[in-house]
């Protein structure tokens, strides 16, 4: 739960909202009393889409869904209006957490509690197939853990058995490592209630052995692998494993029906005790009390969740030992987690070091030195499960190409272990994963948080420990939090915060486009990073002898209204500081006015959102990111090769960028032929050196604020229905023209 926001919503329909409970692409959910008492999660369709058609079909569509299935192990739908000005449907809450959290939190769950989940699920998909749907989004974050049993939700995508709407086109639907082969390939003739089926194997596989039957990381490879590779059940029991592969089968004819699967599972009778382990039933406990006293309150201005109960050797644990070789005497990904922090950084090392010694034309002077080398472990600390995952599991990756090659090589004096820990995108959880980490002593660096909101959580930890951490994506000055005179700093900013995206914004607008009538659109939905850039632009520009006009847009944004506005300024540019989903509406109301003009966003705007619902509107738009496209950057190339040997994509956003994290740290490490071990001397060595990365220089400047960066900012253009990478933005190909 969390507080509400400005702009939220006082109610719905007859409730009365007290509080946020999560967030998606369609809408907010939210947590609501009504009139009688009744607490329910009620979920508010996004401002953005109130206007779209087809969200409002699709919306309509999960109501009658959810009024369509009974069940007592599928939420009810308590009440919905479709037709509302802001769409709105209410289901019976369940105060205790998904089973995603539950896993995340307290690790794999017994094997009686398996048995009695995956009974209640299958007669929850009885229920759904009898009304002639299709879940199709069977996964964790869709079950809720109550003290009588689970509770299937969200019918956000559930289909009737023949309709093909959504999948016609090849768009897959649902959330990857959780689909069936045939929704993986987006085969809708094929999809139906066996896709369920497959789902739940897979979820019941996640409860028994804490990982992903196949995989987590990118999501076209967790794709790929479903549908080519055998599930990983090493970490199920035994007696699970017949009936989970039945359930994994490839082809849908093969699986059992959830009949047979509650049958085989022991049918539905009660269990003797609690279902759940102890503490999934104290955490019901403690939010079902929090929830009494929200609403006795009516409402909420601070929730906490809980701090995460997860153990320090939780983490995952990486050698230098490439990706998916399977030699022989590595532990695997599991035995790993079994080992704990302190043996799992041993066995890393000892990994790095039997690669080392037995792999061909290995001299002995090599073994010897390998042999004496050191073993320095480094954290990283990101949201790998939350609404940045994507983000974070790029960054993963990334350091751990980073962790190879500064093993591979000969000169450097000690040999690096990754940890990785996950803290889901929630800041309170940062904010304990810092505290693990400052008290782990063989942890010598961090690279991370994710997320704005959890570099501010977890920063005065990791500075007032002396842990040196080097943050990849946060793009907020978390410094701020630091008493000014405080040096050296632990928290290192490797790259430009953002802030300073008005610069290649003023470069762009007034030397590359050269325009001389710019309007400003300061989107205020992102508070006073949009109201700095704007001012910033503005002033530059009108002291360039441009005009500059500032229109404040404010949470309710009439897109038509704005490109009027912009038409009838006869403006040839534009800056546009909103979100993706706005940029999008501007970009569609711009061409309606046959608007031809240069336009301009920020990072906040750049994503495949845009590219979708802009379409081809999208076109020419010019964004300004600190990210680069490793593919199409020279000095990448040999990261790009590695990366897509090791993971099969090319490397996502922030990837690149998480590896100049790592090696800077390594070169920090370094003094010599002497490896630097203390924390505060790691730290005092990353502001003497000087690091040339394959994305950006860093580089300590007292005369710019204790910055690193100061020039990591890049240009992208939409070109052909796609983002084009321009370079840096003084020496894009757009500067040069």
């Not at 599928?74 to 000005?85: E, I, K, Q, T």
């Not at 995340?104 to 929850?124: I, N």
């Not at 710019?704 to 190909?733: C, I, M, N, P, W």
Request: net charge positive.
């Amino acid at each position: 739960m969390r507080p509400l926001r400005p702009g939220d919503p006082a109610g719905a329909g007859p409730f009365r909202v007290l509080a946020r409970l999560g967030a998606g692409g369609m809408g907010v959910v939210y947590l609501a009393r009504s009139p009688s008492g009744v607490v329910a999660a009620v979920k508010v369709i996004h401002a953005a889409h109130v206007g779209d058609a087809a969200f409002r079909a699709r919306f309509r569509r999960e109501a009658d869904a959810a009024r369509g299935v009974v069940s007592p192990w599928v939420a009810p739908l308590l009440d919905a209006d479709p037709d509302a000005r802001e769409p709105w449907l209410a289901t019976a809450f369940v105060p205790g957490p998904s089973l995603a959290e539950a896993v995340g939190l307290h690790g794999p769950l017994p094997h009686s509690t398996v048995r009695f989940l995956g009974a209640r699920l299958a007669e929850a998909l009885e229920a759904v197939h009898r009304a002639g749907l299709v879940h199709r989004d069977v996964k964790p974050g869709n079950i809720l853990l109550g003290v009588d049993g689970p509770r299937l939700i969200d019918f956000g995508i559930a289909r009737s058995a023949d309709a093909t709407a959504l999948t016609s086109s090849g768009m897959v639907v649902g959330s990857p490592g959780f689909l069936s082969p045939e929704q993986a390939q987006a085969r809708p003739a094929e999809i139906g209630p066996p896709s369920d089926v497959f789902s739940l194997g897979c979820v019941l596989a996640y409860a028994a052995a804490g990982v992903r039957p196949f995989g987590g990381g990118l999501a076209a490879a967790a794709l790929l692998r479903t549908v080519t590779e055998q599930p990983d059940l090493d970490g199920v029991p035994g007696e699970l494993t017949p009936l989970l592969r039945a359930c994994l089968a490839k082809q849908p004819q093969h699986r059992p029906g959830p009949a047979a699967v509650r049958a085989a599972l022991g049918g539905i009778q009660d269990a003797a005790g609690p279902w759940l382990p102890e503490p999934v039933v104290r955490l019901i406990a403690d939010r079902s009390a929090q929830v009494l006293r929200i609403a006795a309150a009516g409402g909420t201005t601070e929730v906490s969740p809980p701090p995460p109960k997860a153990r320090l050797s939780d983490a995952e644990t990486v050698t230098a030992v490439p990706i998916g070789t399977g030699l022989p005497g590595i532990p695997t990904r599991r035995r790993f987690l079994a080992l704990g922090s302190a043996a799992g950084a041993a066995a890393a090392g000892a990994g790095a070091l039997w690669w080392v010694r037995t792999r061909p034309g290995t001299s002995g002077a090599e073994r010897d030195a390998a042999q004496d080398r050191p073993v320095l472990t480094l954290a990283l600390h990101g949201d790998l499960s939350g609404a940045a995952a994507a983000a974070g599991q790029a960054q993963r990756n990334g350091a751990r190409i980073a962790v190879d090659d500064v093993n591979a090589r000969r000169s450097t004096p000690f040999r690096l272990a990754l940890t990785v820990h996950d803290d889901g995108g929630v800041p309170s959880r940062a904010a304990g994963v810092a505290r693990r980490l400052v008290d782990d002593a063989s942890v010598r660096a961090v690279v991370g948080p994710t997320t704005d909101a959890c570099a501010l959580a977890a920063v005065l930890t990791y500075h007032e420990a002396s842990l040196p951490t080097v943050a990849v994506s946060p793009g907020v000055d978390a410094n701020r939090r630091i008493v000014e005179d405080v040096n050296p700093r632990a928290y290192i900013p490797g790259r430009v915060h953002d802030q300073l995206m008005a610069v290649p914004c003023i470069t762009h607008l007034s030397r590359t486009v050269g325009a001389r009538r710019v309007v400003l659109l300061d989107d205020r939905a992102q508070g006073d990073l949009s109201w700095n850039i704007c001012r910033q632009v503005a002033t530059a520009l009108r002291n360039a002898g441009r005009t500059a006009t500032v229109r404040a847009v404010g949470r309710a944004m009439n897109a038509g209204a704005l490109a009027a506005e912009v038409k009838a300024a006869r403006a040839d540019a534009l800056l546009f500081t909103g979100d993706e989903l706005r940029a999008a509406a501007l970009a569609r109301a711009l061409a309606s006015t046959g608007y031809t003009g240069a336009r301009m966003g920020i990072r906040q705007g750049f994503g495949p959102r845009f590219l979708r619902t802009a379409g081809v509107t999208a076109e020419g738009w010019v964004f300004t990111t600190p990210f680069v496209e490793a593919a199409r950057t020279p000095a990448a190339s040999e990261f790009t090769t590695t990366y897509r040997g090791k993971f099969g994509t090319m490397p996502p956003r922030w990837a690149a960028e998480a590896y100049d994290a790592v090696r800077f740290i390594a070169d920090a490490m370094t003094n010599g032929r002497t490896p630097v071990t203390d924390r505060g001397s790691i730290i005092r060595r990353a502001q003497e050196i000087r690091y040339q990365g394959i994305t950006r220089t860093l580089s300590y400047s007292v005369v710019d604020g204790g910055a690193y960066d100061k020039e990591g900012l890049f240009l992208h253009q939409v070109r052909g229905g796609t983002f084009t990478f321009l370079g840096q933005y003084a020496r894009s190909r757009l500067s040069k023209g």
